[in-house]
């Protein structure tokens, strides 16, 4: 019986869709069904609902802020940076924070189409991002100096949950995951957990390379294949590779 409750399911909603589609409706409508269906499910086994911004956010295929209730619902951004987060929890919307202007591991490395005319250039500039959608490449500095809730008020600052930093897998496989991973998801690691600040509120990045050259050195004995942050000299001469910012 429970087999065929299901496939009745799964026909039903198939049958839906097509009317829908066939009657000139949009594909906002069929993600409408589709959350219709899964949120209620979802709510039921007192769970959270987790959905990246888009369903309420993208230009194109959305769904209306009424059928997302704020305290079942979960949203996580990953584009147009601080804008997207303000946007999401200046609407009542608890918030994960996934920007892909920093928090995306494996931007800056080209791109994975064969055959993409735009490297076939001679000036050394194929674009300002090197042909990666999400370029550059998100050093750990900049990783680490993101500051989250930027430009919230408090109260809004109170519905972003945290940061999750994200490795998709076009060009990414066992081979390069560690490098890809670590260190740079440590240093997000402490700026979320511990602030990117010290008690004064000054940023505090360069201490943070000493803990980070230390933790590296730690998971690279451990058999983590983590890339090095600075030269070798660095490591043994903590601050001498520091910029000077003042003679006095």
Request: charged share 20%; hydrophobic share 35%; aromatic share 10%.
């Amino acid at each position: 019986m429970v087999v065929l409750m299901r496939l009745y399911q799964v026909v039903g909603k198939r049958i839906q869709l097509w009317i829908i589609l066939s009657k000139g409706g949009t594909l906002s409508q069929v993600l409408e069904l589709f959350v219709n269906s899964t949120f209620p499910y979802i709510v039921s086994h007192n769970k959270t609902v987790v959905y990246w911004e888009d369903v309420l956010l993208d230009e194109n295929i959305r769904v209306q802020s009424t059928i997302l209730p704020r305290e079942n619902t979960i949203l996580q951004t990953w584009n147009n940076g601080h804008n997207n987060t303000k946007r999401l929890v200046s609407s009542g919307y608890r918030t994960i924070v996934s920007s892909s202007e920093f928090y995306y591991l494996d931007c800056g490395h080209g791109d994975f189409l064969g055959n993409d005319s735009i490297y076939d250039q001679q000036t050394g500039t194929v674009t300002k991002d090197g042909g990666s959608w999400c370029g550059p490449f998100k050093t750990w500095q900049t990783m680490y100096n993101y500051d989250i809730t930027y430009g919230l008020t408090e109260d809004e600052a109170k519905l972003v949950l945290g940061g999750e930093v994200a490795l998709w897998s076009e060009q990414a496989d066992p081979t390069v995951l560690d490098a890809r991973i670590w260190p740079r998801a440590s240093a997000v690691a402490e700026s979320l957990w511990s602030g990117n600040r010290d008690d004064k509120g000054i940023k505090r990045y360069a201490e943070a390379t000493d803990r980070l050259n230390e933790w590296r050195s730690r998971i690279v004995a451990r058999g983590v294949r983590a890339e090095p942050i600075q030269p070798l000299w660095c490591i043994k001469n903590p601050g001498m590779c520091n910029t000077v910012n003042s003679l006095a």
